[in-house]
Structures are given as structure tokens and as C-alpha cells.
């Protein structure tokens, strides 16, 4: 399914992101590198005090920490420029979009002491409104529409307009009806419903939501692992080693346990927090230790292991993996991105 291309060596951890051509824009000392779908590269900037923040659209957003500015660039050059450092938490960007605006998060102090959100046209991203005051819970976990956003901590989740009046809001002791609870996965949003995830006690599980009024539309009891979304399809496990599919429309499940396959092929484990999901596909690493880096890759249609690689020693653990229609990209502890191409 897959062969490995090619690797770039001494990147800092999380330092890279990918626009949607397969560009891969890399942060490293003092420069800003790209490389196209062929590996060449270019210095994109040279700055000790920039970093690319987001990656939309093929718009490339550079933040600069030394004059307090973001600059938005295009294929053709810088087409904007904002008077603050803007970011996405998390570098969840479609969690923070709407069909009209982008929602980052912004500092508009060099000691990034204080922040705010801003809503910005993507349009031209000429036009800004900056969203002052303390938000609830004090952050955005996602945005649902133009008139409101949904908080989240570690005790309660809440939908507040940007008046910060409160729509409803939910303790997750009160959802799990215990005396412990704690909140253990994004928060993500399709077709109208919330699915997080809440440990802590035995009522834990996939919680759904409706995001308008807050109310439980459905819970799944022992799904208690990290979250992944795949177009209409969140992706998450349960215990042991049963992969599970849900479907965002209907709330239909499916599960397949894949235990024994993933064993007699060298893995322990499929629910580790760095994984991804992509066209029905579910892409899962292992770090047991500094020398069992793995990755491998389940096909839900076929129900088999499609792929799988084991990571030298002296990679070290998994950092962080992304995937797009082509390649897969893994950064290992010892800062190497790792680049792996789709067989034609």
C-alpha cells in the first residue's frame, strides 16, 4: 500500500504541516522550508522569530513573535497582513471555520500574555473583528455557526453565544451520573451532534450530544479512547483491541475486532492518541518504549492490516502523524519527519 519515499532529518517536534497538494511547509532554526510533491525544497522564509500557524486553502499563515504580526500568503505571494499572532488550537482549523470566517486564537502582546479570538473573512482576509473578554470556560473548543461556539474544561461543556450568554451548558459528573468524571477526547462536530468522550468511572463511554439544546442523544458505553473523524464517520476502540465506527447521520455502530490480527503482526495495541482516519481507513501507531515505534493501517472495508512499518531505535517514540490522499507523514522523537508514499 504504501513505500517509504523519502525522510527529512533534524525537525523540531510538531514543526511541520501540509497544505492540500501535498506541499510540506517545515519549521526548523531560523527558516521556513517547503517541499513540493517531489521533495525539492526552498527556503519559504528566513526568520528566527517565524513560524507557520495555519495552513488554509493553500493560504499560508506565518506568524511573526518579533513585531506581533501574522502574514498571509498565496501561491503568488503575501496578500495580507494582521496586527496579531494568529492560531489555531490544537491545529484543529476546521473545528474553528465556518462558510464566511476563520476563529483563531490571538495574541496581540509580544509576552503573548493575553489572549483573544479574532473572526476573520476568508474571503480576503482583509477584514477582522476582534472578539475581546474573558470566554467562557476561557477558551473555543469548536465553532458551530456565526452566532455561537461551544467551551469546553475540564469539568463542564457549554454552547455560549459571542455575547457570552449562555445557551445550555452540561457538567460531565451530571452526563455520567458520577461522583468522577473527566473529559478524554477532542470535542467534534458533525451534523449537528457532539461526540467527546468521558472516562473516570464506569458509566464511561462516547457521549452524543445535540449541539443546539445539549441533549443526550445517545451514549456508547466502553468506546472510551481518542476520537477521529473521517468525513461522515468518527472512528474511536474499546477494550480489547475492537475497533469501532460510528455513524454521524444514524448514530449506528459497527465494530470489528481486529485483536488477533493486529497481534500475530506485531502489535499490541490499536488505541494509542496519534492515530488518523482517512477514507475508511485507520491509520494507528505504537510507542512502547523508545524502540517499538510502529505504525500500521487497517482497511475497514477489506478487514485487513493493509500496511504496517517498524520504526529504527534510534527513531525513537512517535510524535505526531498526518495523513492526506497520498502520503502519510510520522515524526519520530529523534525529530525526523518521515514521509511514505501510496504504491500507484
Given at each position: ?93 476546521d ?71 449562555l445557551?445550555?451548558?452540561n ?44 441533549e443526550l ?9 481518542e ?37 500475530t ?59 492526506n ?8 522523537q529523534?525529530?525526523?519527519?518521515h ?6
Amino acid at each position: 500500500m504504501y513505500f517509504k519515499k523519502t525522510f527529512l532529518k533534524d525537525l523540531k517536534p510538531s514543526s511541520f504541516k501540509i497544505d492540500s497538494s501535498g506541499q510540506v511547509f517545515v519549521n526548523t532554526e531560523g527558516r521556513i522550508i517547503v517541499f513540493d510533491q517531489d521533495y525539492n525544497d526552498n527556503v519559504f522564509l528566513e526568520s528566527n522569530s517565524v513560524k507557520i500557524t495555519i495552513i488554509l486553502n493553500d493560504y499560508i499563515w506565518v506568524g511573526d513573535t518579533h513585531n506581533g504580526q501574522t502574514s498571509i500568503y498565496n501561491k503568488r505571494g503575501l496578500i495580507s497582513t494582521l496586527n496579531f499572532v494568529a492560531t489555531i488550537p490544537n491545529g484543529k482549523v476546521d473545528s474553528f471555520l465556518t462558510n464566511r470566517y476563520i476563529y483563531p486564537k490571538i495574541y496581540i502582546n509580544r509576552d503573548f500574555s493575553d489572549f483573544y479570538y479574532a473572526r476573520i473573512s476568508i474571503n480576503d482576509y482583509s477584514e477582522s473583528d476582534l472578539l475581546k473578554g474573558n470566554f467562557a470556560s476561557n477558551n473555543i473548543s469548536l465553532i458551530v455557526n456565526d452566532d455561537a461556539y461551544i467551551s469546553s474544561n475540564k469539568e463542564k461543556i457549554g454552547l455560549f453565544d459571542f455575547d457570552k450568554e449562555l445557551i445550555w451548558q452540561n457538567s460531565f459528573i451530571g452526563l455520567s451520573n458520577s461522583d468522577r468524571a473527566v473529559l478524554h477526547s477532542k470535542v467534534l462536530n458533525s451534523h449537528n451532534k457532539l461526540f467527546f468522550v468521558i472516562t473516570g468511572n464506569k458509566n464511561k463511554g462516547l457521549y452524543v450530544l445535540d449541539v443546539h439544546i445539549g441533549e443526550l442523544l445517545k451514549k456508547f458505553g466502553e468506546v472510551c479512547y481518542e476520537i477521529f473523524q473521517d468525513g461522515d464517520y468518527i472512528f474511536s476502540s474499546r477494550f480489547e483491541n475492537i475497533l469501532c465506527r460510528i455513524n454521524t447521520k444514524t448514530l449506528e455502530l459497527d465494530e470489528w475486532d481486529c485483536n488477533s490480527l493486529i497481534k500475530t503482526n506485531g502489535f499490541d495495541a490499536i488505541h494509542d492518541h496519534r492515530c488518523a482516519a482517512l477514507n475508511n481507513k485507520f491509520y494507528f501507531t505504537q510507542s512502547l518504549g523508545d524502540n517499538k515505534a510502529k505504525v500500521g493501517v487497517l482497511d475497514w472495508d477489506t478487514k485487513d492490516l493493509v500496511y504496517k512499518h517498524e520504526f529504527d531505535p534510534e527513531n525513537g517514540a512517535i510524535g505526531s502523524i498526518q495523513v492526506n490522499e497520498s502520503r502519510m507523514f510520522i515524526h519520530t522523537q529523534d525529530n525526523t519527519l518521515h514521509i511514505f508514499e501510496k504504491e500507484a
